[in-house]
C-alpha cells in the first residue's frame, strides 16, 4: 500500500477550504482511501490503501477526491491543445521496450511542494503500479531544452555518450549500469538486451534512457522549469496510458495546460496521447441500493456519485455516468457501488446483522482437539501456546537429536523464527526453562500443528496436530507421565501399548514408544540431562508427545 | 455449498513483517464467508460490528473504505484500544461477481478476515500481541479463563 507525504496546508489549499486534523483523519481522508499514518508539524503521512487507484497517490489526487465531497462535484474538466511535439518509435525497440506515450504540460508554476509531488507520484507510479519501472518507466524533461521532432530508438552498451542525472561527465550507457546509483538498482531491467532503449532529439541532445535515467542536461526540472515533457514507456499500452493520465490530471490540477503529443508508431500507426476523453458506464439504482442495503433514490444516488467525480445522467431507472480517464479500475457496476457508498459515508451507514437460520458446529477434528484440552487441564495441566515458528537449534541441537529435514523459510525475518516446528516437546523444554523460579511442580501441555515433509502432497508439506505434555519438579518421572498418558486414552477410550525404545532426549532405559494399531503414536519418558543442561534446566523432567491426527483417525 | 451458509476458519498465519506491539510474524485469524440472496454491505458492517463488540468488547470502531483485489465493496474495521488508539481489526467485503459468477454462485458473498490476536488483546486487556504467545507460567497461573 503506498504512503505518500503530504503538506497540511497544501492539502487544505487544492480543497479549497481548511479542515481541521479531526476532520480529515476521520472523515475527509477516508473519501480517497486513505489513512492518516502519522502528522509531523506540516507533514502528514497518508497511507492510500487502494493498490490500484495510482490516482490517489499524490495530494492533487487526495484533495481532488475530498474536494468532490466539499463542495466541488462532477466530473474534472480537463481541455488538452494540441503541441507540435511529435515522437517516432523506432522497429528496433520490438523486443526491448516497445511502447511509449507523452504529453506536454505548460505554464507550470512550480514550487517546492508541486516539485516533490512530483516526483513523488513519479516514483509511487512507476513503482507500484509500474512494477518498479518494468511495466511503466516515467520520464519528465524541461519542454525547452528539447529541440522536436524525438525518437525513441536504441543505443549499442557502448553507443551515444550523455551525462546522466546527477552526475558531471559523460558516461556510456554500459557506464551507467555499472557506475550510477539508478543504473545499478534497475540494470537488470536492460543487461540482457543488446541494445538500450534511448530517447534523443533532432539536435541529438538525448533525454533519457528508460527505465534507468535521465539526461542531467534535458531530464532536470527545477522550480524554474514552465513547460514539461512527459514520456512513460514501457511493453503494454493498458498500464502506460493510464499511468500518464494520472499524471498530467494532477498536474491540471495544479494549473498545468495540457497538451497532446502525436507518437509514430512502428507499421504507420499514430496515437494521440494523452486522451482525457471521459470513460463511459452506467448503473441501476436498484442495484445500488440491492448491494448496499440503503435506501436511496434516484437523485440521491446521482448526487453521491457526482462527489465521487462522476458526471451523471439520470434515464430511467439507469444512471449513465461518465467518469475521469485517470481511473482504470472501473470493471463493473459493483466499482461504482463503492464510490457511491464511500460519498455516503461507510461511519453513517447503520451495521445490520443478517438474520439467517443456518446450523454451526466445529468439525470433528477441532472438537476432538478441545476435548484432549479439557482432559489435560483436569490432569492438573497448564496449556500453553507457542510460536509453530522455531530454529533449527531449539529442534535439533538443544534436543541432542540428529539433524533432519525440516520446512525451512526462505527469506527469515529472524533467526528465531526460520523452520516450521516438527516437533512441540522443545518449546515445552524453552517454557520450563523461562519459568525456573516460578513454584514447582510444573505441568505444561500444548496442543498444536508441526509441519512435516511429505513428497506425496501436492505442496510437499503436511500439518500434523500433536499433543505433548512435560512436567517438571523434584519427583517428576516417568511413572507419572505415564500415569497421564494412561488417563488420557483410556479417557479417549483409546488402546494402546508401551514399548522399551531408545531416543537421544530421553533417558535410556526410561523411554518408551507408544504404539496403537501397531503404529508409532509417539513417545514417553525422562529427558536426558544432556538435553536439560543445553536448556540450562536444574529439576527433572518428564514428558510425552502424541501424534493426535493418527488418534483422531481411530476413533 | 448451502444457501444460506455461513463458513469459517481459524487457523495460524504467517508473514514478513516488523514486529512490534501489534503485529507478529504469526499471529491467529479467522477467514470467513456468509452467503444468501438479501445480503448486503450493511450487513457486512452488521457482522464485522458483531465481532468487535460482542466477541472483543470494543467500544468504539469506525469503519475505513479499503481496497482488496477480490472484493467490491471492500471495508476496513477498527476499533479504539483504551490505551493504544486505533487497531485494525479486520480487512472485509462483498466478494466480486467476476469471482463468484464462474463457480455458478449468484448470491452476494460476504467475506473477511479478522485478526484473533487483537481481538485477543481487547478483550484479555493486553497491550503486546507477542503476550499471546507468553511463557510466563505464574501469569497463566493467574488469569482468568475466558
Not at chain 1, 510444573?442 to 515433509?453: R, S
Not at chain 1, 511413572?479 to 501399548?497: C, F, M, P, T, W
Not at chain 2, 493504544?84 to 449468484?106: D, K, Q, S, Y
Amino acid at each position: 500500500m503506498p504512503t505518500i507525504d503530504v503538506s497540511y496546508k497544501d492539502l487544505c489549499k487544492l480543497i479549497g477550504r481548511p479542515i481541521s486534523h479531526t476532520e480529515l483523519q476521520e472523515k475527509a481522508v477516508l473519501f480517497a482511501k486513505g489513512e492518516i499514518d502519522a502528522i509531523e508539524g506540516d507533514m502528514l503521512k497518508i497511507d492510500i490503501k487502494d493498490t490500484n487507484r495510482p490516482d490517489l497517490w499524490s495530494v492533487e489526487g487526495v484533495a481532488r477526491e475530498i474536494a468532490g465531497r466539499y463542495g466541488r462535484p462532477g466530473l474534472p474538466d480537463y481541455k488538452t491543445a494540441k503541441s507540435d511535439v511529435k515522437v517516432t518509435i523506432d522497429p528496433k525497440l520490438k523486443n526491448i521496450r516497445p511502447y511509449t506515450v507523452c504529453a506536454v504540460v505548460k505554464n507550470l508554476s512550480i514550487t517546492p511542494e508541486i516539485l516533490s509531488q512530483m516526483i513523488q507520484l513519479q516514483e509511487k507510479v512507476a513503482g507500484t503500479y509500474g512494477r518498479n519501472r518494468k511495466e511503466v518507466a516515467i520520464g519528465v524533461y524541461d519542454l525547452h531544452k528539447i529541440t522536436p521532432p524525438i525518437r525513441f530508438t536504441t543505443t549499442k552498451p557502448e553507443g551515444i555518450k550523455f551525462v546522466p542525472l546527477e552526475f558531471a561527465r559523460e558516461m556510456t550507457p554500459k557506464q551507467i549500469l555499472k557506475i550510477h546509483p539508478k543504473g545499478k538498482e534497475f540494470a537488470h531491467l536492460l543487461e540482457d538486451n543488446e541494445e538500450y532503449p534511448i530517447f534523443i532529439d533532432n539536435a541529438d541532445e538525448v533525454l533519457s534512457m528508460p527505465p534507468i535515467i535521465n539526461s542531467d542536461y534535458t531530464g532536470k526540472v527545477t522550480e524554474k522549469t514552465k513547460d514539461i515533457f512527459i514520456e512513460c514507456s514501457g511493453f503494454n499500452l493498458k498500464f502506460l496510458i493510464p499511468a500518464l493520465n494520472v499524471i498530467v490530471s494532477a498536474l491540471a490540477e495544479r494549473g498545468g495546460q495540457i497538451e497532446t503529443v502525436e507518437v509514430h508508431m512502428p507499421g504507420g500507426k499514430k496515437l494521440v496521447t494523452p486522451d482525457l476523453t471521459p470513460k463511459k458506464t452506467s448503473v441501476q439504482t436498484g442495484f445500488v441500493n440491492k448491494l448496499s442495503g440503503l435506501n436511496l433514490n434516484e437523485k440521491e444516488i446521482c448526487r453521491l456519485l457526482e462527489q465521487a467525480r462522476y458526471r451523471t445522467a439520470l434515464k430511467g431507472k439507469t444512471i449513465e455516468l461518465q467518469y475521469p480517464a485517470y481511473r482504470q479500475d472501473i470493471m463493473h457496476p459493483v466499482d461504482v457501488v463503492e464510490d457511491a457508498i464511500i460519498s455516503y459515508g461507510y461511519n453513517k451507514i447503520e451495521p445490520v446483522v443478517p438474520q439467517l437460520a443456518t446450523v454451526g458446529s466445529q468439525t470433528a477434528r477441532e472438537k476432538f482437539s478441545d476435548t484432549v484440552s479439557q482432559i489435560m487441564t483436569g490432569l492438573g495441566s497448564q496449556e500453553i501456546m507457542s510460536y509453530i515458528l522455531t530454529s533449527k537449534a531449539n529442534l535439533f541441537e538443544k534436543m541432542n537429536k540428529p539433524q533432519e529435514q525440516v520446512v525451512e523459510i526462505e527469506n527469515i525475518v529472524s533467526s528465531n523464527w526460520c523452520v516450521f516446528r516438527n516437533a512441540l516437546l522443545p518449546e515445552l523444554l524453552e517454557f520450563l526453562s523461562q519459568n525456573k523460579h516460578v513454584e514447582y511442580p510444573q505441568k505444561i501441555f500444548e496442543i498444536g500443528d508441526t509441519v512435516l515433509i511429505n513428497q506425496n502432497r501436492k505442496t510437499k508439506t503436511e500439518d500434523m496436530r500433536r499433543i505433548s505434555m512435560a512436567t517438571s519438579g523434584n519427583t517428576a518421572g516417568y511413572e507419572q507421565v505415564a500415569s497421564d498418558l494412561d488417563s488420557l486414552l483410556q479417557n479417549l477410550g483409546i488402546k494402546y501399548r508401551l514399548k522399551n525404545t531408545s531416543h537421544p532426549s530421553f533417558i535410556r532405559g526410561r523411554t518408551a514408544s507408544v504404539i496403537i494399531n501397531n503404529r508409532i503414536a509417539g513417545i514417553i519418558g525422562e529427558i536426558n540431562p544432556l538435553v536439560l543442561e543445553k536448556w540450562d534446566l536444574e529439576k527433572p523432567v518428564a514428558g510425552f508427545e502424541l501424534d493426535l491426527g493418527l488418534i483422531f483417525e481411530l476413533l | 455449498m448451502e444457501i444460506p451458509g455461513k463458513y469459517f476458519t481459524i487457523r495460524r498465519c504467517f508473514r514478513p513483517d516488523v514486529i512490534d506491539a501489534t503485529h507478529g510474524v504469526e499471529f491467529n485469524q479467522t477467514e470467513g464467508i456468509v452467503i444468501d440472496q438479501t445480503l448486503t454491505f450493511k450487513n457486512l458492517l452488521g457482522i464485522l460490528k458483531q465481532f468487535a463488540v460482542e466477541i472483543a468488547g470494543a467500544e468504539k470502531i469506525r469503519f475505513y473504505s479499503d481496497y482488496y483485489p477480490f472484493t467490491e465493496p471492500s471495508v476496513q474495521l477498527s476499533a479504539k484500544h483504551p490505551e493504544m488508539g486505533w487497531i485494525e481489526f479486520a480487512g472485509a467485503g462483498i466478494f466480486r461477481p467476476e469471482l463468484t459468477l464462474p463457480l455458478g454462485v449468484e448470491e452476494p458473498v460476504i467475506a473477511w478476515g479478522i485478526g484473533i490476536d487483537r481481538l485477543a488483546m481487547f478483550k484479555l486487556g493486553i497491550k503486546d500481541i507477542r503476550n499471546l504467545f507468553t511463557k510466563n507460567l505464574e501469569w497463566l497461573r493467574k488469569t482468568k479463563v475466558l
